[in-house]
């Protein structure tokens, strides 16, 4: 049974941080690329960053590069988001999800993972 669990949202002022952690089960972790999504209200859900588990590559969307950080601990089979620096735009739910690194080709398509968590609420205050 496939399991992606979100945490460590919380609320926070504006150019203090927060890590979320997204711990996971019940597939190859090491052979999945693990994403975070984010949904503000009345707005699109948008790509935040990624890492391929099978390599360690990262990417970051530009509006949080150089803010946000992605790793993962393949013994943990847990995804971590360090955000730092945070803005009251990052304010949203943030979501992980997972996808096997062979269907991947549009990392900021939110189609092409078939596993998410069930979000966890970041709010930034100004």
């Known amino acids: 049974d496939v399991q992606l669990q979100a945490s460590g949202g919380g609320l926070v002022r504006a150019g203090r941080s927060l890590r979320l952690s997204c711990a996971t089960s019940?597939?190859?972790?090491?052979?999945?690329?693990i994403a975070w999504f984010r949904q503000a209200p009345g707005m699109e859900r948008e790509g935040v960053s990624c890492?391929?588990?099978?390599?360690?590559?990262?990417y970051y969307a530009d509006s949080v590069k150089g803010r946000f950080t992605i790793s993962g601990d393949v013994a943990k089979n847990t995804v971590y988001l360090q955000m730092d620096s945070l803005k009251p735009d990052d304010t949203a739910v943030y979501y992980c999800?997972?996808?096997?690194?062979?269907?991947?080709?549009?990392?900021?398509?939110?189609?092409?993972?078939?596993?998410w968590g069930q979000g966890t609420l970041v709010t930034v205050s100004s």
């Open positions: 890492i391929f588990n099978t390599d360690g590559s990262t």
């Open positions: 999800a997972a996808s096997h690194w062979k269907l991947m080709s549009t990392i900021w398509d939110s189609d092409e993972y078939n596993y």
């Open positions: 019940g597939f190859a972790f090491a052979d999945y690329a």
